[in-house]
C-alpha cells in the first residue's frame, strides 16, 4: 500500500465529544491530499478510544495507538511520529485550538523548499494570535513571558517554541528521538533545544481558538516538568525531567524539615525528638509529594500507598547512611566539609532515587 502524503498525529486524554468533530474538520481541510490520522490515546476514562474505534471501523485512514498504565503528552507524541507511516508529520491538539486549515500551508511550504526540516504553526508572528476567548488574561501574560524565557535559556530561534501545532519531516525528528524525554508537555521546545541550528525551520501564523469542548490538562505539574526540561537541558541532557522534579521535591523537605523541627522545639524543647519528628515530617511529605508529582504516572493509592510510605522511609534511611560513608570517606582525602557534604547529598539523592522508582513506585 502506497504511503501516505501527510500523517496527523493527535494525543488524545479525555476527548471523547471533540473526536467526530476533528475527524470531520480533517476530512474537508485535506480533500484532495492523502492522508492519515494516528490518534494515541492514554487509555483516557472518558471512553474516548471507543469513540475512536467507531470511526476505525469504517475508515482506512484512522489508527488507534492505546497505551495503558502510561500519561504523558511528549511520550504520546513521540510514539505517535515513531507509529506514522508519511515522511511528513503534522502534530495537534484534538480540541480544534489549532487552525487545521493552515495544514495545506504547511506541506505547501515543504514542497516549496525540500530542505526544511520543521514547519511550526506559531501564535506570536504578525498574522498568528490567541483569540480573546481561548486562554484567561494570566494565562495569556504567562504564555508570553515563558516563551519569552523559553527562548532566551534554550537558545532557540522560532517565535513560538510551546506551540503544540507543527509539521515535521519524520526523519528529522526520529533523528533526535532518543534524546528527547517523554515526560512532559513541551516536546516541541525539546525537539527544538535539541537540534539546535542543525535543522532548518519556517512559521505558519495561525489564530489560537478557544476548547470546543472538555478541559486542558495543563497545569501547575506541567510548569514543574517545565522547569524540569530547562534545567535537564542546560545539563545536556544528563539528568532526566523525573530526576529534577525528585530533587526538586527533595529541597521543599528541608523546608518542611525546618518548619516542623522549629514547631516541636517551640512545644517540646527537646533537640533530639524535635529534629526526629522534623525528618519523618519531611519524609512523609517528600513521599506524597514525589507521588503526585514526580511518579504521577504510576501513582499509588489506598492500600499500595500505604506500602509504598514505609519502603519510602526504608530506602530513604538507607540513602541517608550512604551519605554518610561517603561524605566522611571523601572527607578524609579532601579535609573539605563543604564539598564532602555536598557530594554525599548527591550520592543520597541518586540512592534514593533510583532505588524508589525501582521499589517504591515500581518501574
Ligand atoms: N495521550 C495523551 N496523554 N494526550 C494528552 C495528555 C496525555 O497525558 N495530556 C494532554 N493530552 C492531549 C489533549 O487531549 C489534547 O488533545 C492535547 O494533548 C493538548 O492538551 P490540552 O489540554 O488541550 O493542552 P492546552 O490546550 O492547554 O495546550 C496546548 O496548546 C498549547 C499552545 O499551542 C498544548 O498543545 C500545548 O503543548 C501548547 O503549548
Ligand atoms: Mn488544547
Known amino acids: 500500500m502506497k504511503n501516505p502524503t501527510v500523517s496527523i498525529v493527535i494525543p488524545t486524554y479525555n476527548e471523547k465529544e471533540n473526536i467526530s468533530r476533528i475527524i470531520e474538520m480533517l476530512r474537508k481541510s485535506l480533500r484532495g491530499v492523502e492522508h492519515e490520522i494516528v490518534f494515541v490515546d492514554d487509555n483516557s476514562p472518558d471512553g474516548t478510544s471507543c469513540e475512536i474505534k467507531n470511526f476505525i471501523k469504517n475508515s482506512s485512514k484512522i489508527h488507534l495507538i492505546h497505551r495503558v498504565g502510561r500519561r504523558g503528552l511528549s511520550g504520546a507524541i513521540i510514539e505517535g511520529i515513531f507509529a506514522a507511516r508519511s515522511d511528513l508529520v503534522a502534530v495537534m491538539d484534538c480540541d480544534l485550538q489549532h487552525d487545521e486549515t493552515k495544514l495545506r500551508d504547511m506541506l505547501d511550504l515543504f514542497y516549496k523548499d525540500a530542505s526544511l526540516d520543521i514547519v511550526i504553526g506559531s501564535r ?3 498574522d498568528g494570535e490567541i ?17 519569552f524565557l523559553i527562548k532566551k535559556l534554550l537558545r532557540i530561534k522560532s517565535t513560538d517554541p510551546l506551540s503544540g501545532f507543527f509539521m515535521v519531516k519524520r526523519e528529522s525528528f526520529l533523528k533526535k528521538s532518543d534524546k528527547l524525554q517523554t515526560q512532559g508537555f ?9 537540534s539546535g541550528t542543525s535543522i532548518e525551520i519556517k512559521e505558519v501564523g495561525y489564530s489560537f481558538k478557544n476548547r470546543v469542548a472538555g478541559e486542558s490538562k495543563m497545569s501547575f505539574l506541567t510548569a514543574l516538568e517545565l522547569i524540569g526540561l530547562v534545567l535537564s537541558q542546560i545539563l545536556n541532557g544528563r539528568v532526566s525531567i523525573k530526576f529534577i522534579l525528585f530533587c526538586m521535591v527533595g529541597l521543599s523537605g528541608i523546608f518542611v524539615q525546618l518548619l516542623i523541627t522549629g514547631l516541636a522545639m517551640l512545644l517540646t524543647n527537646q533537640f533530639p525528638t524535635s529534629q526526629t519528628v522534623g525528618i519523618i515530617a519531611a519524609m512523609t511529605s517528600n513521599y506524597f509529594l514525589n507521588n503526585i508529582i514526580t511518579f504521577k504516572e504510576r501513582k499509588l493509592k489506598s492500600l499500595d500507598l500505604i506500602r509504598g510510605l ?16 561517603i561524605a566522611t570517606y571523601v572527607f578524609y582525602f579532601s579535609y573539605n566539609w563543604l564539598i564532602s557534604s555536598f557530594i554525599g547529598a548527591c550520592i543520597g539523592a541518586v540512592w534514593n532515587f533510583t532505588l524508589t522508582s525501582i521499589f517504591t513506585w515500581k518501574s
Open 310 to 325: 514505609f519502603s519510602f522511609y526504608l530506602i530513604c534511611s538507607l540513602g541517608a547512611f550512604t551519605n554518610i560513608a
Open 124 to 126: 506570536f508572528t504578525a
Open 186 to 194: 513541551k516536546v516541541l521546545a525539546d525537539f527544538l533545544a535539541t
Open 131 to 147: 483569540s480573546i476567548n481561548a486562554f484567561s488574561k494570566i494565562r495569556k501574560l504567562g504564555s508570553k513571558v515563558t516563551t
